[in-house]
């Protein structure tokens, strides 16, 4: 009961009827304080969250961008490259030697050379028999050396560049 009033015409069952509205609107209020407490505290929560996952996506993102301007220069393709050991352009005199051209080979470049695909029987055996291998390289060249039998048929050779 809120207080006593004493006024005139004001019966008290009006009186306990305003009471009773009073203390109903004070119920209503405090539960919707609570529920508006409540909500302040999930909107905060949420914010925070969503706070987060920004930071979490940002961190994502620059690791992403790190990595892929790592590997950006490590995974470029192998270049294949054809040239011929030609039998009149070895020099004169053991052990022979013999530089043929390779676009897009630099003096650092890795790579490996080995006998083409298509070579005949013939060529085969004169590489074998030719003990060749790789004396030096420069920009755009290698001279391979024969350390064995003088190659007298052109030898097809592939040169491979690794990226």
């Known amino acids: 009961m809120i207080g006593t009033v004493n006024s005139p015409g004001v019966s008290k069952r009006q009186l306990e009827a305003v ?22 505290t999930t909107a905060s929560s949420a914010l925070t969250t969503a706070k987060s996952a920004q930071t979490t996506a940002n ?5 992403v961008e790190s990595l892929a301007e790592s590997l950006e220069d490590k995974a470029n393709q192998s270049v294949s490259v054809s040239a011929t050991l030609s039998s009149g352009g070895w ?3 053991s052990p022979y030697t013999q530089t043929v051209s390779v676009a897009g080979l630099s003096a650092d470049s890795n790579g490996m050379v080995g006998i083409a695909q298509g ?3 013939s060529q085969r055996v004169a590489a074998q028999n030719a003990c060749l291998s790789v004396a030096s390289q420069a920009k755009e060249s290698l001279t391979i050396v024969a350390d064995g039998t003088l190659p007298t048929v ?3 050779i592939t040169i491979v560049i690794i990226g």
């Open 119 to 121: 070579a005949t029987e």
């Open 59 to 63: 961190e994502t993102k620059e690791t």
């Open 91 to 93: 020099s004169s005199g």
């Open 154 to 156: 052109d030898i097809p």
């Open 19 to 40: 009471e009773a509205i009073a203390e109903s609107a004070k119920t209503t209020a405090t539960s919707a304080l609570s529920t508006a407490g409540s909500a302040n």
